[in-house]
């Protein structure tokens, strides 16, 4: 009987700004954020001021052993010293439920725990069922609904996790 080979997720990486595939991994994503998220809610434009600020990160991960095509990132920022928020978590859709936005997530909130970050919140439509659940897997709670956070008429629960 032959032995089945498991499947080894890729990693998770994290932008280096300085790294001479970059600018590649970064049109990818922008690429990415305009395909997921509405036009106002997008990122795309603004990304590169975003992480600019140092107490931004964004991990990564890749389709394959070639790391050709970017398929799912997390974006964070460290409001202070003890808290934090996750201001995107994306992934490709042909490429869901295999486990990427699970160890985005995972890897997002091991990194701020690293920092010596309490407490971990983020935003997230009430409609996207998917990414609730989720974020109550990987243990955070919704704390409030905030009205209109999206648009009128468009909700959100800020989620947090204590860590």
């Known amino acids: 009987m032959a032995a089945v080979a498991a499947a080894v997720a890729p990693p998770i990486l994290e932008l280096d700004p300085s790294h001479d595939r970059a600018g590649r991994v970064m049109e990818d994503i922008v690429r990415l954020e305009r ?9 795309a434009r603004s990304l590169h001021d975003e992480l600019k600020r140092r107490n931004s990160g964004l991990i990564y991960t890749t389709s ?3 790391g050709e095509e970017v398929i799912g990132y997390a974006m964070y920022t460290c409001n202070t010293s003890l808290c934090a928020t996750i201001t ?3 992934v490709k859709e042909s490429c869901r439920r295999q ?28 409609t996207r069922t998917a990414a609730v659940a989720l974020y109550r897997k990987a243990g955070f709670q919704v704390d409030t609904t905030v ?17």
């Open 64 to 66: 394959g052993a070639d």
């Open 99 to 126: 486990g990427h936005g699970e160890a985005l997530l995972a890897a997002a909130v091991e990194r701020c725990r690293r920092r010596k970050i309490q407490r971990l919140s983020l935003h997230v439509d009430p």
């Open 147 to 163: 009205e209109g956070y999206y648009a009128p008429h468009r909700d959100a629960y800020r989620m947090y996790l204590d860590l």
């Open 88 to 90: 995107k978590l994306a």
């Open 35 to 43: 395909r997921i998220f509405p036009k106002h809610e997008s990122l």
